[in-house]
Nanobody
Framework: QVQLAESGGGSVQAGGSLRLSCAVS????????MAWFRQAPGKEREGVAR???????TYADSVKERFTISKDDSKNIMYQQMDSLKPEDTAMYYC??????????????????WGQGTQVTVLS
């Protein structure tokens, strides 16, 4: 079993920054592949970024050059630094994990463990 707990959400003005954290506890072998997803009101949940065992990173086009995913294996924490935030980044952000990354980084059904989410609101 893996437990994921997100933190770091909040309200920020457009152009500002936030850093999300996802703490991993339990069977960390099942959290080798980790990702961030988000869901805005009235929209489907979408992939934001993924980091694999080799620390290779994949980003959605909408957040490239603005968001940075990272993982501290010594602390079992994944981060997402979000800069130059836009109102359209407003969403509930979720972290997710699985034992090994598949070919489709944003296929939600591949991720076995999910956190409860943290709200990010970007004010215009």
């Amino acid at each position: 079993q893996v437990q994921l707990a997100e933190s770091g959400g909040g309200s920020v003005q457009a152009g500002g920054s936030l850093r999300l954290s996802c703490a991993v506890s339990g069977s960390t072998q099942s959290a080798v592949c980790m990702a961030w997803f988000r869901q805005a009101p009235g929209k489907e949940r979408e992939g934001v970024a993924r980091i694999n065992y080799y620390k290779e990173k994949t980003y959605a086009d909408s957040v490239k050059e603005r968001f940075t995913i990272s993982k501290d294996d010594s602390k079992n924490i994944m981060y997402q630094q979000m800069d130059s935030l836009k109102p359209e980044d407003t969403a509930m952000y979720y972290c997710a994990s699985m034992a090994w990354c598949g070919s489709r980084w944003d296929r939600q059904s591949d991720y076995y463990y999910w956190g409860q989410g943290t709200q990010v609101t970007v004010l215009s």
